[in-house]
């Protein structure tokens, strides 16, 4: 007589109520954990953008030279259409090349451009100081976020009025998020100031004063 192995063994069903259950409660979690990231990475980025626009609303206020009894430079950008870019600025080291806009155009400014800094001089003014400013950190906005990647000796090139102007990278240097930013250069060289937040640090700024070496 063959008996049945399986008479003694129990059979457990689950029934289609706690299934359902079950998964409905795994959907929730999965929900919760996935809008919980994405929640705290738009915080995370948001109090970036929140403290990099109050830094550099700060930084591109009253700056100022080292030099006293200075007269006031003159912008010679004669450009009068504000919805182009006057010039394009390239960085070969940091894969860098953006355009720039005249200083009274609504798009120069650091939350959505880099920007020219009132009082800056344009290429072709001999001596002047093109001061142009940017964001780093997260976000979109953040132009400048690999210029610390630079070092002594490299160049950025500057396209204006269809010539190149090639600067040489001088000296580096960090200041105190005071609301003031002192630039310390040679007049008797025609300068490119580029200047954004340092990179990991929520207090100071970091200035790069470049020198004109070369004109196509």
Same mark, same amino acid.
């Given at each position: +007589?063959?008996? #049945? =192995? ?6 457990? @069903? ?5 299934? /359902?259950?079950?998964? /409905? ?9 996935l809008s919980y990231? !994405?929640?705290?990475? @738009? ?7 929140i403290n990099e626009?109050? #830094? +550099?609303?700060?930084?591109? %206020? ?6 006293? /009894? ?8 004669t450009e009068t ?14 894969? !860098? #090349? ?19 800094? @009132?009082?800056? &001089? +344009?290429?072709? $003014?001999? *001596?002047?100081?093109?001061?142009? /400013? *940017?964001? &780093? ?5 953040? !132009? !400048? ?15 204006? =009025?269809?010539? %190149? ?11 105190? =998020? ?5 630039? =310390? @250069? ?12 340092? #990179? ?14 070369? $004109?196509?």
């Open positions: +007589m063959v008996k #049945n =192995k399986n008479k003694n063994k129990k059979q457990v @069903r689950i029934s289609s109520n706690a299934i /359902a259950y079950i998964s /409905a409660i795994t959907i929730v979690l999965g929900l919760f954990l990231n !994405f929640v705290n990475k @738009r915080r995370i980025l948001a109090h970036d953008y626009k109050i #830094n +550099m609303d700060v930084e591109v %206020r009253n700056i100022e030279s080292s030099e006293e /009894a200075i007269e006031p430079e003159v912008e010679d950008d259409n504000l919805d182009y870019y006057i010039g394009y600025l390239e960085i070969p080291k940091i894969n !860098f #090349n953006r355009g720039f806009y005249n200083v009274d155009s609504t798009q120069n400014t650091v939350d959505s451009n880099i920007q020219v800094i @009132r009082g800056s &001089s +344009m290429p072709t $003014k001999s *001596g002047g100081n093109l001061i142009i /400013a *940017g964001h &780093s950190g997260t976000g979109w906005q953040a !132009f !400048f976020n690999d210029l610390y990647q630079l070092q002594i000796g490299d160049v950025a090139i500057v396209t204006y =009025k269809d010539h %190149r102007y090639t600067y040489t990278l001088k000296n580096i240097y960090t200041e105190l =998020k005071t609301g003031q930013i002192t630039i =310390k @250069r040679d007049k008797t060289k025609t300068t490119l100031t580029l200047i954004t937040c340092t #990179n990991n640090s929520n207090t100071t700024q970091s200035v790069y004063i470049l020198e004109l070496s070369g $004109k196509e």
